[in-house]
């Protein structure tokens, strides 16, 4: 799945912010790629980025629209369908992060076809998968792992990705959700592959590359979360990790959705050396990305500094103290030209 | 997915026996589902059942036509769809293990469409998960694992079924995999299912049941194969087994379609109480079992005592010795009565 860019964002006429989660996550990490927006009367989503026509969209090099949001119920409503039909008519490709299917709607499908346009649906997957092979590719690669589910895995490897081009370092995002496969352009939202196909899955999204190449491959779940470990383990194998980073959000007390407990930031390192030394002996972890959000920022940096100190690892709040620290270790680790 | 029985085999006209081991499995472990089979001319395989006419058959009570066997390519050649159409029309469910879906041959959607019957794709599940809570649920279970893929998970459960029923206990073979499905008429084929759902679709197939009532479920992959390994832990995390067997095949020397090598069964042990304890902290080993086919009986033997004692569990060749001393301990592991 390649999606082309750039892009407009439609918002519809979402009730609030958070219905556009995606897209604001979209526009935080790829501005350049956002050229403008289309909201419908009553929406209450503003992504700050000019309100467009799908005329003027077009006019501007727009190559797709985005539907970066979630409405109640997970259907689409009668009048975001004739948008998209719009939206095709006007020459733009779709990319949807709904679970509806487009191309299951007779109107849009029909749109398509008549248009010559792309459809894709990021919570599914038409892409074809080999099972995992397990066999050593070139390039280096790090996996935000973490101590339960959305403790701030993707934003992680995006800082890291922001933070080591700015130092001229040749990294790349590797999206392995939803709102990663919009702000990448590619990529697979992994929880919709099927079972047998994770490992091969995660091959595919962070392919051969070069030696000093840094594949920052987007972490999901916990290899201690009940519900979602396999997801978990199945990219661990297919990452092939040389490096990991461990996300974790302190104000947890049990894992989310489920009623059991937390593992320490120790266990999941433990377990990810361990089941990570399968299709890389070398895997070994350079950071801990605590999200402190609900900490004062003294507070925040004392936790910092004892489990700076507590595990030997460069520990941090991405979004308040950057993530230099965890480049430098990473860059202390391996080299360049150190790969084999 | 709830296959209605007895079951006509359908062998179509396939070369050897190979192609139809998934008809073999069907007849060797439900013969009394296997009423008679239907086979076109030039066929290799025979069942050693009647060969029934679809008019047969059906008078015979048959609900359900099994396509059980693999062709060359996987689709379904015209001279199959046609005998599936009549098969339809003569008031039979199919149920197929082909890759194809049937409902996506126009003439088979229709043919079914018309005689109201159910097309039953065995690689594929048109159930509807949740996620896996890992909340424990009354009953016991016990889960096949493995040092390998295809080294006798399947047939250890089912030969477990077989002894204790004859014993008089409360045992229900719990399939994962497609043959088993057609076995236990129910079930997933758990590689088959979206990534999120793995340990949910468990949840489900082994749903809560009498507190000294035994699941069987077939297990998948290996912990340790690089391909398959988070399908194995969404499987033993969704399972959470009380107890398992570790199967192992002693002449492979690397895993299955890679080149890692093969862990040995004290890993397999030791990595399936660390990982499984996370839903199910009782879980211990009852047995082991090997598949001896290429030793010698006095060399199966002498491995079998070998790691009887090395392991301190029954050890056996499930198809020439019997699973007797498994369940001789695992009655000893949770008498009757026992459970919390």
């Known amino acids: 799945m390649q999606i082309e860019t750039p892009y407009l964002m439609f918002l519809g006429d979402v009730p609030d912010t958070l219905a556009a989660k995606t897209a604001y996550g979209i526009a935080d990490w790829r501005p350049e790629w956002c050229v403008g927006q289309l909201r ?52 733009l490709d779709i990319a949807s992060g709904l679970h509806v299917r487009l191309g299951s709607l007779p109107e849009i499908a029909e ?11 990021v919570r599914h997957t038409t892409e074809t998968f080999d099972t995992g092979k397990g066999t050593r590719r070139s390039g280096r690669r790090l996996l935000s792992v973490g101590t339960d589910c959305s403790v701030g895995k993707k934003y992680t490897v995006l800082a890291l990705e922001r933070g080591m081009r700015e130092r001229g370092l040749d990294a790349d995002f590797r999206a392995t959700g939803q709102t990663g496969v919009f702000i990448s352009g590619r990529g697979v939202a992994i929880d919709a592959v099927v079972a047998d196909f994770i490992s091969g899955a995660v091959e595919w999204i962070s392919p051969a590359a070069d030696p000093d190449h840094w594949d920052l491959i987007e972490g999901q779940g916990s290899l201690y979360h009940p519900s979602f470990a396999g997801v978990s383990l199945g990219l661990l194998h297919g990452a092939q990790a040389d490096a990991f980073v461990v996300c974790h959000e302190p104000s947890r007390t049990a894992m989310r959705g489920v009623k059991h407990p937390l593992p320490s930031i120790q266990q999941v390192i433990d377990l990810t050396i361990q089941l990570g030394s399968l299709t890389n002996p070398g895997i070994c972890p350079v950071g801990i990305a605590v999200n402190t959000q609900k900490l004062e920022q003294d507070e925040a ?40």
Chains 1, 2 share one sequence.
């Open 301 to 340: 940096r004392t936790l910092l500094q004892d489990l700076t100190k507590e595990h030997g690892l460069p520990a941090t709040d991405p979004v308040r103290f950057g993530v230099d620290g965890i480049i430098d270790r990473l860059l202390a680790e391996f080299p360049a030209g150190s790969a084999a």
């Open 40 to 91: 419908l009367p009553g929406c209450a989503a503003d992504l700050g980025i000019p309100d467009l026509t799908l005329e003027e969209a077009a006019a501007k090099g727009c190559r797709t629209m985005v539907i970066g949001v979630a409405n109640a119920g997970g259907v689409l409503p009668p009048h975001w369908v004739s948008e998209v039909v719009a939206a095709l008519d006007a020459g």
């Open 111 to 121: 749109a398509a076809e008549r248009n010559g346009r792309q459809l894709h649906d």
